[in-house]
Nanobody, 113 residues
Framework: VQLVESGGGLVQPGDSLRLSCAAS????????MGWYRQAPGKQRELVAL???????NYADSVKGRATISRDNAKNTVSLEMNSLRPDDTAVYYC????????WGKGTLVTVSS
């Protein structure tokens, strides 16, 4: 299974960003898809998760600023974030659960003026 993320980069505070992830090579139905992030010196944390039954969870820190969506036909998941802040700076990892948990290699998002 391969997860390929795209959309990271350097943005200014207040900007918006869209991250995308495509899963390939998966033989099982994907139950959940989402995004985690890890800031320097901190543990990896959940950003947003979307489950096959439609349930969506957001971290409190991004509620109201983030929107997660998935395309089951294409096995893709996207995360749109707006009003970005310096404390959103982190490596963002795509995640899926299809029997097993799988992670992408991560994409760096830097929010700085």
């Amino acid at each position: 299974v391969q997860l390929v993320e795209s959309g990271g980069g350097l943005v200014q505070p207040g900007d918006s960003l869209r991250l995308s992830c495509a899963a390939s090579g998966n033989r099982f139905s994907i139950d959940r898809m989402g995004w985690y992030r890890q800031a320097p010196g901190k543990q990896r944390e959940l950003v947003a998760l979307i489950i096959s039954d439609g349930t969506i969870n957001y971290a409190d820190s991004v509620k109201g600023r983030a929107t997660i969506s998935r395309d089951n036909a294409k096995n893709t998941v996207s995360l749109e974030m707006n009003s970005l802040r310096p404390d959103d700076t982190a490596v963002y990892y795509c995640y899926i659960r299809a029997v097993y948990d799988r992670w992408g290699k991560g994409t760096l998002v830097t929010v700085s003026s």
